[in-house]
C-alpha cells in the first residue's frame, strides 16, 4: 500500500509513519480513511478494508445483473447475459425521463447507477470500479467516497435525463465521478509535482472515457459521465481529502455518508414496489410489459422507451393505456 499520505494541517505530502508533520510540526493522528486498517480485512481478507466501500458496491452491481438477467430470461431473451432487454431494465429502475419527470420516480435516478445492460458493460465497469475506487477510497475514506459516488451518480443520470429519453443505465456516471474526485485532488495540490501527475493522468482517463463515449454505434450515455464527472470534482474539491477522525468535519462527512445510504435504500424500496406493481399487473393480464401509465395509477399515460430515440410521456386517448412499451437496447453509462 502506498505510504504516502497529507497532513492535515498544511496539506504537505508526509508519510504514514509520520507522527509529526516534518514540514508544519503539528502532530498528525490517524486517517479517517485509515481506521481499523491494521486488521487482515472481512472474510480472512477477501474485502480489504481499505476497498470495503468499493466491493460492497460491485456486490450489489453483481447481484442486481444476475436478478436483471434471470428475469430477461424468464421473459423469453434467450440472450440476457449478453444483453438485458429494456423493458426488464425499465421494471428494475432504468434511468427513463418520462417516469422521472412524468410520474416523479426521482428513485431512478439512484437505481440506474446500479443496473447493466449485459456480460460486457458490468465486466468492463467492474474491472474500472475495482481499481478506481480502491484509489480513492484509500485517498478519501470510505465515507467522502459514499457521497462522491452517491451524488455523481445522481447528477450524472439527471444530466442524461435532460440531455436525452433514452433509457440509461451503468456505473460509469459514479466511476466518472471518482475521476472527477482525483482530478480535484490534484487541483488542491496543483502546487506540488505529485499534484500535477495526479491531475494529468486522470484528466487524460476522463477525456479517453468521453472520447470513447463518442464512438458510433456502442449507445454510451456521454451525458451521465459529464454530469458524474462534474459532480465528483464538486463535492471532492469541497471536501478535501480526511482529516483526523475525531475532527467535527470528520463526523459531518459520516453523517452525510449516512444519509446517502438510506436515500439510495429508499429509492431500492420504491424500485421494489414499483418492480411488484409490474409483475403484478402482467401476471393478473396474462400480457407483456404495458405502458407506464398502465401501471400509475394517476392517469392514462403512455410512455415509449425506443434506444436512441425514446420518446417523451404521451397523454393517452382513450384505448391507449395499454400500449406496450417497446424498449429495445438501452444507453449504457
Given at each position: ?22 514540514y ?19 472474510l ?16 450489489i ?7 436483471t ?6 421473459a ?77 451518480t ?47 493522468l ?14 458510433p ?24 481529502t480526511?482529516?483526523i ?30 418492480f411488484?406493481?409490474v ?10 410489459f ?44
Open positions: 500500500m502506498d505510504q504516502r499520505r497529507m497532513c492535515p494541517h498544511c496539506r504537505a505530502f508526509i508519510t504514514s509513519r509520520d507522527k509529526v508533520c516534518p508544519c510540526n503539528e502532530k498528525v493522528g490517524p486517517r479517517a480513511a485509515e481506521r481499523g486498517d491494521s486488521g487482515g480485512g472481512i480472512g481478507g477477501f474485502i480489504p478494508h481499505a476497498r470495503f466501500v468499493t466491493m460492497i458496491i460491485l456486490l452491481n453483481a447481484g442486481l445483473f444476475l436478478a438477467v434471470v428475469f430477461s430470461q424468464r423469453g431473451n434467450s440472450s440476457a447475459f449478453m444483453g438485458v432487454d429494456g423493458q426488464t431494465l425499465l421494471a428494475f429502475g432504468a434511468k427513463y425521463r418520462a417516469a422521472i419527470f412524468g410520474y416523479g420516480q426521482w428513485w431512478r435516478l439512484v437505481t440506474a447507477g446500479f443496473l447493466h445492460g449485459g456480460l460486457l458493460h458490468i465486466a468492463m465497469n467492474s474491472w474500472v470500479l475495482f481499481d478506481l475506487g480502491a484509489q480513492v477510497e484509500e485517498v478519501y475514506g470510505g465515507s467522502r467516497l459514499i457521497v462522491i459516488y452517491f451524488l455523481a445522481v447528477f450524472g443520470f439527471l444530466a442524461s435525463s435532460i440531455w436525452t429519453a433514452a433509457l440509461s443505465v451503468g456505473a460509469s456516471a459514479g466511476i466518472f465521478g471518482l475521476l472527477g474526485a482525483m482530478i480535484a485532488l490534484g487541483v488542491r495540490h496543483k502546487a506540488s509535482a505529485m499534484g500535477g501527475a495526479i491531475r494529468g486522470y484528466v487524460r482517463w476522463a477525456i479517453y472515457g468521453l472520447v470513447f463515449g463518442l464512438l454505434g456502442l449507445h454510451i450515455d456521454n451525458a451521465a459521465h459529464i454530469g458524474g464527472l462534474a459532480a465528483g470534482f464538486g463535492v471532492a474539491y469541497v471536501a478535501g480526511p482529516r477522525e475525531t475532527a467535527w468535519s470528520e463526523r459531518l462527512w459520516r453523517a452525510a455518508a449516512t444519509a446517502c445510504v438510506i436515500l439510495t435504500a429508499v429509492s431500492f424500496l420504491e424500485m421494489y414496489l414499483w411488484s406493481r409483475t403484478q399487473y402482467n401476471e393478473s393480464n396474462a400480457t407483456p404495458r405502458s407506464i401509465g398502465a401501471y400509475d395509477r394517476r392517469g392514462s399515460v403512455s410512455a415509449h422507451a425506443d434506444s436512441g430515440a425514446s420518446q417523451d410521456a404521451l397523454q393517452g386517448e382513450p384505448g391507449q393505456e395499454g400500449q406496450e412499451v417497446q424498449a429495445q437496447e438501452a444507453q449504457g453509462a
